[in-house]
């Protein structure tokens, strides 16, 4: 019965972010297209023409011009658009008028708000991607992809060389995306506390998204505090003393451990709040 159980949590909470994300990517998807698709055209026109101009034709021109506009555009769309997904996703899939069907969902309150915030990161890091491929795109003329092929054969020899290096590539990525998820549920936290009060929500969102900053701040200093003096230099000593004998490698990697623990316990206390505040003090609009 318990492994029924959570079989069928697994499968609701992939159910979850397989709508989740199939409601994103349609909005989504045009731009993941176009991005490159404009990348592509600007590279065919600066292959026909590497000075960036097409001997005084207007037309020509023009279009060369209107391509690179559109371009840049789309890249800025690109970024506001994700983030303001991320956010309205949850804001009216959990708070607004579709947040009473999705609250009647056979489902806990923390797989609604897990949907949202997996599908926010792995949204987030699609854009991230396609904003790279584009920019791959566009360096093709000028022997672009030459360059990253150096690159990627410098990596390849430098992990050869020294293992830990992809250690630490892989970590970095982790890094990245977990602080894009710690950022996206402190979005959602501040959105949960602001459907608390009975009039302007959004305003005092943004008012609990700057509370929640100056928090994390004063938090950040009184431990400072405790750990001054002797404590501090207990601790130090005591890392010290670990990391020495280590590689420079061996310690950035650890270090990049510490820091992706920082951002998973955030993420952690920010999802308590949303879950709590959704759970037992939910106010709809």
């Not at 991230?128 to 360096?139: E, F, H, K, P």
Request: charged share 15%; hydrophobic share 60%.
């Amino acid at each position: 019965m318990e492994i029924w159980r959570k079989e069928g949590v697994n499968f609701m909470t992939g159910k979850l972010i397989k709508y989740e994300f199939r409601s994103i990517v349609k909005l989504m998807g045009i731009i993941w297209v176009a991005l490159p698709a404009m990348a592509v055209i600007i590279s065919i026109f600066d292959w026909l023409s590497p000075e960036g101009n097409f001997d005084n034709n207007f037309i020509l021109d023009m279009l060369n011009l209107a391509t690179m506009f559109l371009y840049g555009a789309i890249f800025v769309a690109l970024i506001v658009v994700t983030m303001l997904i991320v956010i309205m996703r949850f804001y009216k899939g959990l708070l607004r008028d579709e947040g009473y069907l999705m609250h009647t969902l056979p489902v806990k309150t923390w797989q609604l708000i897990t949907a949202k915030g997996v599908v926010a990161v792995l949204v987030e890091f699609i854009s991230m991607v396609v904003a790279i491929l584009s920019i791959l795109l566009l360096a093709v003329p000028n022997g672009g992809l030459t360059y990253f092929g150096d690159f990627l054969r410098g990596v390849g020899k430098a992990i050869g060389e020294e293992p830990m290096i992809l250690l630490i590539a892989v970590e970095t990525l982790i890094l990245i995306l977990a602080a894009c998820a710690a950022s996206n549920y402190k979005v959602y936290a501040s959105l949960s506390i602001g459907q608390l009060a009975k009039k302007h929500r959004i305003v005092c969102s943004v008012a609990a998204y700057l509370g929640l900053g100056v928090i994390m701040m004063i938090v950040m200093t009184v431990v400072g505090h405790i750990l001054d003096g002797d404590v501090f230099d207990f601790i130090f000593d005591t890392v010290n003393g670990w990391f020495s004998g280590m590689e420079v490698t061996s310690i950035v990697a650890w270090v990049i451990f510490a820091a992706i623990l920082a951002q998973v316990i955030l993420v952690a206390i920010y999802h308590v709040i949303s879950e709590q505040i959704l759970r037992r003090k939910l106010n709809l609009e």
